[in-house]
């Protein structure tokens, strides 16, 4: 249950300067793995919330790391391959993170595809607060040029993902038809963007609880499985990533 981070670590190498094809940046590239290049991330990150993506000058992110314009794009390449890195790290952190969920409460005895799904949903819903700088460089519509459509072919991945979980998953009844799955997936996908920048503009991070909780029973009732609140922080015990495991298989 996460969107896809493995089609975006394996593909091509970094662009030569200047280039504005669409490429696919490797996370595991040797020159991303340096303490200059998490530097300049960083810097950039903090600057890209501040002043926005266009306003945002390689000077000015050299300048705020306090090293060379050349530096930047002998690890990164442009600007915009920054910015793609900002984002895709986000991605492969949010990628884990519902992993681990679903793994511990598969580990737990739940089996039911359903809420399987839902549980990595909600730990992928929190770590967008977790990560809500991020989110707001997207929501705010300030990106590099293609930038959505990249989006787009990542949403799809997470398609594919989510609807095999919910498809092998035992013991789901009424979930054998392959258009519900399609239909269930292909609503909680196409919100989930929505719901993240709702989650990000919280105040606090028990608005934001509350909020993800609210969405996942919203989920639920659209597929006809009501989750009778166990999703709800305050009457949870914490486990993985604040998903809660009830011992009492009540799933």
Not at 168 to 197: E, F, H, K, Q, W
Request: hydrophobic share 40%; aromatic share 8%; with cysteine.
């Amino acid at each position: 249950m996460a969107k896809s981070g493995t089609t975006a670590r394996k593909r091509e190498a970094l662009p030569r300067v200047g280039e504005d094809a669409e490429t696919v940046i490797d996370l595991d590239d040797p020159r991303l793995q340096t303490e200059a290049a998490r530097s300049l991330a960083e810097a950039a990150r903090e600057l890209f919330a501040k002043k926005g993506f266009s306003a945002t000058s390689v000077s000015d992110i050299t300048e705020r790391a306090g090293m060379s314009v050349g530096s930047l794009y002998y690890h990164y390449g442009s600007k915009t391959n920054v910015y793609v890195a900002i984002w895709l790290q986000y991605q492969r952190s949010q990628e884990g993170r519902a992993r681990e969920t679903v793994t511990a409460v598969r580990a737990a005895g739940v089996t039911n595809g359903l809420r399987l799904f839902l549980a990595g949903t909600r730990a992928y819903l929190l770590g967008a607060w977790e990560h809500r700088d991020v989110v707001r460089l997207v929501a705010d519509g300030d990106t590099p040029p293609g930038f959505g459509l990249r989006m787009r072919r990542i949403n799809q991945d997470w398609l594919r993902q989510n609807s095999t979980l919910l498809r092998d998953s035992a013991n789901a009844p009424g979930y054998d038809d392959p258009l519900a799955v399609r239909a269930i997936v292909a609503i909680v996908t196409d919100a989930m963007g929505g719901i993240c920048r709702e989650v990000a503009a919280c105040a606090t991070r028990e608005e934001a609880e509350e909020l993800v909780a609210r969405a996942i029973d919203v989920f639920a009732r659209l597929a006809n499985s009501p989750m009778e609140n166990q999703f709800r922080p305050q009457i949870q015990q914490p486990s993985a990533y604040g998903v809660s495991v009830r011992d009492d298989a009540g799933w």
